[in-house]
């Protein structure tokens, strides 16, 4: 009889939890409807606005996705999003401003005013499945961390749906602050990184609706492998999430286009560092032809001996410059096709005068 007592106790406690947290966030909800437009000048204003009305973080994610659930429209006439990364400042700005977005102007909002008024977040690309049925156009949601953990909110479903071309305004509360294991439901992320899962679903399992295999998958540490791939380049989180990506051994038209754009991106990463590096070789190489000149003139002048001292310090300075010169050529790993006669011209003009400097310090 106690046991019933107790487990009805804990149903009844549960209940009155879910019932003040749920009337919590009506309340925002209440709050931020009566947000007059001609109240909130820019984002930031409106972010002032949330933090000084608002002092939990919940309640300010909140207050945030559903200004944004409530002012901005689903734009019928944009181009549909795709797998590439865009301007998300300009993105955000012009949804802000036009009250109309795609999913990148929703999400792009969320983030920049969580960051605002205080709360960590990150954009998330991938691709989702509606009402069972996959749908590869690119999508974009929101990540936030709040209470030690990591929760997924999707501001674009949470606004409505679209009904025969035709966006129908309807404010859903069930896509703020998803479980990452109930968001992967319909939500996958290009990167099984932002899953927020130990054992993530692979885009296999997702697409073919499987469900998750956990019992043939390795633990993966996604909170420690989060850590490391935001304090990395652009560039290096690109090829992180190709690798990551491309380790499930799995195409299909879903990921694809974001894989293709990943390795063109990184392609033309290569190719302009390359340019860079060859500009800098180029100038430390120009540095000891103007040292390695100044040489030959005070040489040619055939003064005193004194002279050998300066004509030394000129060969040093340029062999020096040579030296460095050497270090970032062989610093290059991978040279874009285009780019090799004139890293083997500038290589071959480096070696060459090196050999020549080196010969004439051993003549004095």
């Known amino acids: 009889m106690f046991k019933r007592l107790f487990l009805l106790a804990l149903v009844l406690c ?4 879910a019932v003040t947290a749920q009337q919590r966030f009506t309340d925002v909800d209440t709050k931020v409807r009566a947000l007059k437009a001609n109240q909130v000048r820019d984002i930031g204003n409106l972010a002032e606005w949330i933090s000084e009305n608002f002092s939990g973080e919940e309640e300010r994610l909140r207050a945030i996705y559903s200004w944004i659930a409530n002012n901005i429209r689903y734009d ?9 990364d865009v301007y998300q400042s300009k993105v955000t700005v012009v949804a802000f401003y036009d009250r ?47 209470g030690g953990k990591w929760w997924l909110s999707d501001p674009t479903w949470g606004s409505g749906a679209v009904s025969e071309n035709r966006f129908i305004r309807e404010f859903e509360p069930k896509f703020f602050m998803v479980q990452p294991s109930a968001m992967v439901i319909s939500h996958m992320p290009y990167d099984p990184l932002w899953q927020f899962l130990y054992l993530p679903v692979s885009h296999e399992e997702f697409i073919k609706n499987t469900g998750n295999s956990k019992n043939t998958k390795k633990y993966f540490q996604f909170s420690d492998t989060l850590e490391l791939f935001v304090a990395c380049s652009i560039e290096d989180q690109y090829r992180q999430e190709l690798r990551r990506i491309n380790s499930q051994g799995f195409h299909h038209p879903a990921i694809d286009q974001r894989t293709n754009y990943l390795e063109k991106s990184i392609e033309i990463f290569s190719h302009n560092n390359t340019i860079r590096s060859l500009q800098e070789i180029t100038q430390l190489f120009n540095k000891a032809v103007e040292r390695y000149n100044a040489y030959v003139i005070l040489f040619n002048k055939q003064q005193d001996k004194s002279d050998r001292s300066k004509q030394i ?9 040579l030296e460095l010169a050497t270090v970032k050529i062989n610093q290059i790993h991978s040279i874009p096709e285009k780019l090799q006669p004139q890293a083997k011209s500038i290589r071959k003009s480096v070696l060459d005068l090196h050999e020549k400097v080196e010969n004439d310090i051993r003549k004095l």
């Open 14 to 17: 549960m209940q009155f939890v």
């Open 76 to 84: 019928m006439s944009s181009a549909p999003p795709s797998a590439v």
């Open 313 to 321: 310090a000129l060969l040093s300075a340029s062999l020096s410059h």
């Open 100 to 146: 109309k977005a795609v999913c990148e102007g929703y999400a792009g909002l969320m983030d920049s005013l969580s960051g605002l008024v205080g709360i960590p977040s990150h954009l998330v690309s991938g691709y989702t499945r509606i009402n069972g049925e996959l749908e590869i156009t690119p999508h974009v949601w929101v990540s936030s961390y709040i």
